[in-house]
């Protein structure tokens, strides 16, 4: 028998007037009879780093039980149904002074922040792994955020710049990188179209018209040449893409029909702010899905945030509730947060769980670290952090785990673990003291 099936490039995109979209992996990018190891099925990894602020109640968060036999406890229960890929790590800290600013500086740099007007940290886990893995996709990594600091000047906690607070990103000591709020400018980004007016955005917003429009012929002529099951898959990912435009352009007439002039940058943050969340990990999804990025980093909410939850039952502001002097009613509005934030990480999850991705899933490729860089947030301190890895790593790291150290270690133990599952072998990384092996 002959094999003349010929293999779509993995780099290939389809493309428009304005517009480029990148394509998810399908079976016609895998040459026929090819062994798996030489082809662009080759499980792919992903990485991503998702911070929240404030610590969380860890009577709530901590397993009673160590090992595979553990019961999921009341914050950490939406992970429950992806229990075979969930590890948890109990006893971890970093060092210095309690704080907002050390708590988010520290958390992927495991490097205490330079006081005063100076701004200096250290190059962070995620930044280590764009530079090895990053270096074929269009994007090294990408940064997301869902609260802005632009509105605060000067020092924005004690004695540190609010550098520390704006990111847990560090391309360098000296490099902090900025974290995109903007759900619509993140679209532009990945599927084109940046570099359109305000006149013509809001042009096109009126008419109805999509970025996808601007390729339809490409993704005609691709289609052709495809089975019904990459078609399938084409159809899905592409539906995906106007879906997260449509809730975008939502957004913007919302906004519009208040009044608000379209600036120069596109607006497109809805004012829902479970929405907005929900916005930027389907972003997040279809970036990783693109193979637009291998890398992502995420601040849910920030140091210092407000931000309150009616639609929970939780009307105080977040870093009020935090403080919670153990008065029982504000230990559950707390406890009652933290598993809402966990509920919609937990979406993002079992989004890429059912998107398949060679032999596996997304999610199967992937290794995700949950977590905030304070533990207590009635007392800011660093001691026993939140900390929880979702993804098999391809294959890399086992799920189904609590590990309770015997003996407490510093977060970079973990970070040098996970650098390692991704091929970045250091001996040295923050206050390290060892590599914790996942």
């Known amino acids: 028998m002959m094999i003349t099936k010929k293999a779509i490039p993995r780099r290939t995109m389809l493309r428009g007037i304005g517009a480029t979209v990148a394509l998810p992996l399908l079976d016609s990018m895998v040459p026929a009879l090819s062994a798996l190891a030489d082809t662009e099925a080759n499980p792919k990894q992903r990485f ?177 040449g495809l089975g019904q099951r990459d078609r399938t898959k084409l159809t899905g990912y592409l539906d995906n893409v106007r879906e997260i435009e449509r809730r975008l352009v939502t957004a913007e007439k919302q906004r519009n029909e208040t009044g608000i002039q379209a600036p120069d940058t596109p607006v497109g943050i809805p004012e829902d702010w479970e929405e907005h969340v929900n916005l930027m990990f389907d972003l997040q999804a279809l970036a990783l899905q693109g193979n637009l990025t291998r890398v992502i980093s995420f601040m849910m909410a920030r140091e210092l945030s407000t931000l309150s939850y009616p639609q929970i039952g939780v009307a105080d502001g977040h870093h009020p509730v935090s403080h919670n002097n153990n008065v029982p009613e504000q230990v559950a509005k707390k406890a009652k947060i933290d598993v809402y934030h966990l509920s919609l990480f937990t979406r993002f999850l079992e989004k890429l769980k059912d998107t398949p991705d060679g032999d596996g899933s997304i999610l199967d490729h992937s290794l995700f670290l949950y977590g905030s860089g304070m533990s207590n947030g009635n007392l800011h301190d660093h001691v026993n952090l939140p900390i929880v890895l979702v993804g098999g790593a391809a294959g890399r790291v086992k799920g189904n785990r609590h590990i309770r150290l015997t003996k407490p270690a510093p977060l970079s133990n973990l970070m040098m673990g996970v650098l390692e599952t991704a091929g970045v072998h250091t001996d040295k990384f923050g206050e390290g003291t060892g590599r914790l092996e996942l």
């Open 48 to 224: 991503g780093f998702i911070y929240v602020p404030h610590g969380s109640i860890m009577r709530d968060w901590t397993p009673a039980q160590d090992g595979t036999a553990f019961e999921f406890p009341p914050i950490l229960r939406p992970l429950e149904t992806l229990r075979s890929q969930v590890t948890v790590v109990t006893g971890l800290f970093n060092t210095g002074e309690n704080g907002h600013s050390v708590s988010t500086a520290m958390w992927l740099s495991g490097t205490f922040p330079a006081k005063g007007s100076v701004v200096r940290l250290g190059t962070t886990t995620d930044q280590l792994i764009a530079r090895t893995i990053g270096r074929d996709t269009t994007f090294p990594s990408m940064e997301f955020a869902t609260e802005d600091h632009s509105s605060h000047l000067g020092s924005c906690a004690g004695d540190f710049l609010c550098s520390y607070m704006s990111t847990i990103a560090w391309a360098s000591p000296t490099e902090p990188l900025p974290m995109e709020i903007n759900p619509r400018v993140v679209f532009e980004r990945m599927f084109g179209g940046d570099q359109a007016s305000p006149a013509q955005r809001v042009a096109r917003m009126e008419q109805n018209t999509s970025i996808l429009d601007a390729v339809v012929e490409s993704a005609r002529d691709l289609s052709r």
